[in-house]
């Protein structure tokens, strides 16, 4: 080999040095991934008794209350702090009311979590689309979904949850101003120290099709494409941030996580604010898929999966691959 042909500095700098056994690659790791960073989403149903399985997502259930609280239980073992619930009512209307219900499904569930868990963080979701007869995130006004007078439900379901015990509410609408909207209603009711984490940049995404199985959330008419965001847009993810940082998010999201890795780079980069990515069901059912298979080795897809998220920025990761990752973490 002749010398133009050595890497600068070869032989004395050998970067496989440091790849050369695992305790090596272990200490000089740059990213880590903890159970304390997963948040694991549960769907939770009307009834007793109820672990029904969600067929495009294998190994995920509708669960009513009574097995929630059998998975706080087995999170809680395994070190998962917290829980992001998602709410399906046993009947829906055009407003989505389930949705800021005293009784509701959530508002329900959260109480009896936080009295039997209490140190578990309880996450809740602040939408209208798994609440409303038509599927979508707000009213509907002349044939599309409505802003503004979709703020004051939000506020209602935002606040129902704080009086329920949530410990941070998480609105997922897409509405404009609706994290100033929620943020204003809870100070006025004494909930200050309440945070919130904002789906900031919440694009309209293909890889949610699982999910809107597993929540009914299907919009029954069009599509969210008015009020989530444009794949193609990056700028317009970091305004949407700014805009919900200064209407007080405490928390920011970017949703989806894998193919939005360049988003969850920028928002670490610009923003000084925690940063939580949401590695979404088509993501989880797409490795499960391809694991059934036989084409790749899933474990190992899902670790290297979720460090990229952390290695991107994200501080917090939403992830239906919690409690495995937990398992393999924990070992």
């Known amino acids: 080999m002749t010398k133009d042909h050595l890497q600068p500095g ?13 305790a090596l690659r272990e200490m000089l790791a740059e990213t880590r991934l903890c159970v304390s960073q997963l948040i694991y989403p549960l769907f939770n149903v009307e009834g007793e008794g109820v672990k029904s399985e969600i067929p495009s997502m294998p190994g995920q259930y509708q669960l009513s209350t009574d097995n929630v609280l059998r998975e706080c239980d087995e999170l809680a073992e395994l070190g998962i702090g917290s829980v992001l619930l998602f709410g399906i009512p046993a009947e829906k209307d055009e407003h989505g009311s389930g949705a800021f219900a005293d009784d509701g499904i959530i508002q329900r569930s959260t109480r009896e979590i936080k009295q039997r868990f209490p140190d578990i963080c ?11 007869s038509h599927g979508h995130c707000g009213i509907i006004e002349d044939g599309g979904v409505g802003n503004d007078n979709t703020l004051e439900l939000l506020t209602r379901t935002a606040l129902s949850h704080a009086e329920a015990g949530a410990d941070i509410v998480a609105p997922s609408d897409m509405m404009d101003g609706r994290v100033g909207a929620i943020r204003e209603t809870l100070d006025s009711a004494g909930f200050e120290e309440l945070p919130i984490m904002a789906y900031s940049a919440k694009y309209a995404s293909a890889f949610y099709g699982p999910f809107r199985e597993a929540a009914g959330s299907t919009p029954q008419f069009g599509d969210r494409k008015t009020y989530q965001m444009d794949p193609a847009n990056s700028r317009e993810a970091m305004r949407e941030i700014a805009l919900d940082i200064k209407e007080g998010a405490d928390i920011i999201m970017v949703k989806p996580a894998l193919s939005y890795l360049d988003i969850i780079s920028q928002a670490k980069a610009e923003f000084n604010v925690p940063v939580a990515a949401y590695n979404v069901s088509g993501e989880y059912s797409m490795v499960k898929a391809a694991a059934a298979n036989g084409w790749l080795d899933e474990k190992r897809v899902m670790m290297e999966s979720l460090l990229s998220i952390r290695r991107a920025g994200a501080d917090v990761i939403i992830t239906y691959f919690a409690k495995d990752a937990a398992r393999t973490l924990n070992r």
């Open 10 to 22: 070869f032989p004395v700098t050998r970067l496989r040095r440091m790849r050369r056994t695992p």
């Open 122 to 132: 309880v996450v809740t979701d602040i939408c209208l689309c798994e609440y409303t």
